[in-house]
């Protein structure tokens, strides 16, 4: 029996730390698209991509649904030459949390994803050529909202016949995603997880998100979208930074950024920048090298509208969700904190709630989620 008891505990290591087959990008076009706020769109385009396999009745599918700055890569990659994998490898694949031997995990890019000029990114947004002028759309793209962001996944889903979702599992914007299924479509959705997520953004919540765009808005290189795509506006690199600092807690950003008082410059010097700034600096511009600042801008007025079912009774349209829940906050989340989850919890009987530790605050949702790894596998089990 021990023998045996080992092999098992032997044999579960090896099938944990299996990898993904390399990713292959998709491409969904739909010819017209017509967006919340009435504007018909020709010639969208997204990315997708999908792991594990889809099985005969097409009951086994759970979307991912990706973050402000992602995209639709939760996992493995594309080319074994890839510095990362996904941003949530360490609990989708074979053998992991969620599980791609049981699973057909499917995840797809957002309208005006951040990433625009990523070869990896397909989307359609501000960056993308108006098929009616031959010019890139910028600010005359239509605002879009978490809604629509749901109907372009839906007409994939469609398009492949996948009439049910196991479940629908959402970091951060993505849990906004995966809350709209629920709402909107609560047939057809059996599980939902928000992941540093809420039902709704606040006033307070909604100012903290301006303060990102701001910068590319004051930025005269932006020139009012109308930037040339091969030079970034500083605005981007600016906001950026705000982006960084405002999802990390003040106990991971004190310990990866120098202290004030340990600079001499800025102590004899008004001008001189703070070291720690610097750093952010440099960082966000590494970031930003293939993103928009036009499809920042978007996505800052998506997440500054969401509310869950786009109307004017968020509380009410979360009690008509029928999905199974377990919300996943962050303990040291200061952007969309625990308390904005339990508040929209609250109007769920009967949802699961467990926090997920760490010193990341709201990056906890990416970089520890695995510490909620078996909590997520029990959730899909049930």
């Known amino acids: 029996m021990k023998l045996w008891l080992g092999f098992m505990l032997l044999f579960s290591s090896l099938v944990q730390a299996a990898e993904l087959p390399l990713v ?41 649904t990706h973050y402000f700055s992602g995209s639709s890569h939760a996992a493995g990659k594309y080319r074994a030459t890839d510095a990362a994998p996904g941003y949530w490898d360490k609990i989708i694949g074979p053998g992991k949390a969620i599980d791609t031997n049981k699973f057909y995990v499917l995840s797809v890019d957002s309208l005006a994803n951040l990433n625009a000029f990523s070869p990896d990114v397909i989307t359609t947004g501000p960056a993308s050529v108006n098929p009616d002028t031959g010019k890139a759309y910028g600010l005359t793209f239509p605002v879009v909202t978490i809604l629509d962001f749901v109907e372009v996944q839906k007409a994939l889903l469609d398009k492949l016949g996948i009439q049910k979702l196991y479940a629908v599992i959402g970091p951060s914007m993505g849990s906004f995603q995966a809350i709209e299924w629920a709402v909107s479509y609560p047939d ?22 301006e303060r990102w765009a701001q910068p590319i808005k004051q930025d ?3 020139n009012k979208g109308a930037y040339p795509f091969t030079q970034q506006p500083a605005g981007l690199t600016r906001a950026l930074a705000y982006v960084i600092q405002d999802a990390l ?17 800025i102590h004899q010097d008004i001008q001189a920048e703070l070291p720690a ?15 928009d600042a036009n499809s920042l801008l978007y996505l800052v007025r998506a997440s500054q509208l969401w509310r869950a079912g786009m109307g004017d009774n968020w509380q009410q349209k979360l009690k008509s969700v029928k999905a199974k829940t377990l919300w996943l906050p962050a303990t040291g989340d200061l952007l969309l904190t625990p308390a904005m989850a339990k508040h929209s919890k609250d109007q769920m009987p009967g949802a699961g709630y467990e926090e997920i530790g760490g010193q990341a605050g709201h990056l906890d949702g990416l970089l520890n989620i695995q510490s909620k790894a078996e909590q997520i596998r029990l959730f899909l089990a049930d």
Do not use: C, H
């Open 249 to 265: 807690n003040p106990e991971l950003f004190n310990q990866s950024y120098p202290a004030p008082a340990l600079d001499t410059a």
């Open 188 to 209: 057809k959705v059996e599980r939902l997880l928000p992941v540093i997520g809420t039902a709704y953004i606040d006033s307070f919540s909604a100012i903290r998100l």
């Open 220 to 222: 005269p290189d932006w």
């Open 24 to 64: 292959q990008k998709q491409q969904l076009e739909l010819a017209r698209f017509t967006t919340q706020s009435g504007v018909a769109l020709k010639q969208v385009k997204v990315g997708w991509e999908a792991y594990g396999k889809l099985n005969a009745d097409k009951s086994n599918v759970i979307l991912i």
């Open 277 to 291: 700034w610097k750093q952010l600096m440099s960082a966000a511009k590494q970031r930003s090298a293939l993103m």
